[in-house]
């Protein structure tokens, strides 16, 4: 099975199960190191034990050979007994814990040093001495062998006890170093199962999210391609043919908010040519009137006429397509003072002649932008802002440099102004505070996201019979 391949779900159910048996290895690894030192420490208590009764066991024998008294044998004889016992318990509780050999040697030891001590025993009869059977031994060479043995079995039991305590003491420093290497797995794991989120989980979801909020800025570009072989790329290739369909039905928002701008502006247009066409019109009768006197400088003059108000009819309609016509989006070094006289001179009909127009905009300022979107968005606010004041203000176009990098455009009135409540509303598609024969409710919505495309921002102030102003602000050259 292709990890890689997995779905997310398994993916992380993987991660944690190995998580889960890393973390289970180590507690058991700690846990057995903590249980032997735990069976050693009683190990060691148990041999303690032992030795101060082996030297209990010594002391009476010591007194039997000073002063020969028989309860001084028999205790020696029950101590021996009860280390005989607690070497058998230590044989059985802590067997695989010790050292084997150490302790079935020193069980011969104990048990050959018991039978001289129980060959002593028989001496006595009735509490006293056999005089008999003690003329037929040589009592100081028992002593001697007695002894001796008894020296063995301390030295035996001792040596035991030290070497306990120095695998104990080491057993103590390596548990230290096991808590680091416990806690150097935890983090390591723990790093590596971080690692795996953010490759597999969090890194996909941040692109899927920059790319949503990309959309939300206006900017449809799509997701880079995303190979985890699970949800998240099916996911991320919704997501792009989400984008290529919203692209494509912003671009169809636009150019329908276009063809609504221009039927505003069809009326205006149709103002504008007729006054060339009459002069055209009046220029040629009086040319076929006085074409038979011959005066050929007036006639001239009124050819010269005639010609130029021709061209003025052929800008306002090169201007009505320019305007009207579909283009990809590009930026271009404009002149922002000729783009805004531009925008005037194609709604001036919409003028009413109570609305002063003021426009302060240095001539040199050159900019890079879509001049023919950029133009749409001028329209666009121009409109509302002679809807606005109903026939009678001041309509303000301000716009110059902020720094070296970026530049800003305002459109102002002296209107009705907007109510508080909807100035959250007024970029949302189909929003209009107009009647509906009035405007489509696009303008904004598609203003505010041809400004985003610049890398720009649209801002509105506004106060109830006072006015309204948009700051546009956007930069100078190529934002991206």
Known sequence: MNFFRMSIRHKIIMAFLLFIAAGTFLWALFYYRQYTLQKKICLLEAKSDL??????????????????KEEDLRETIIYIDSAYDQLETILHKYGRYAYAKDLDSFKKKLSQYRTELSGLMSLYKNGRLNIERLSRIDLDAKQALIRDLGRNITAHVEEMLNNEKIITERLLETMSNYHLIALVGIILISTIFVIFLMTSVLRPLKLIEDAIHKIRMGDYQHIPHIKTGDEFESLALSVNKMIKELDKRNQQLIQTEKMASLGTLTAGVAHELNNPLNNIYTSLQILLEELEEGDLEYQRSLLTETERQVERARDIIKALLEFSRERIFELKETNLSKLISKSISLIKPEIPPEVKVNVNVPEDLVVKIDANKSQQVLINLLMNAILAMNGKGVLSI?????????????????????????????????????????????GLSVSKDIIQKHGGTIEVESKTGKGTTFTIILPKGDWK
């Open 51 to 68: 030795l101060n009764t082996i030297l209990e066991a010594r002391r009476y024998e010591k007194n039997f050979f000073l002063y020969k």
């Open 398 to 442: 301000e716009a110059d440099s902020i720094d070296e990098n970026r530049f800003f455009i305002k459109v102002s009135d002296t209107g009705i102004g907007i109510p508080k409540e909807n100035l959250s509303k007024i970029f949302d598609p189909f929003f209009t505070t107009w009647e509906r024969s009035t405007g489509s409710g696009l």
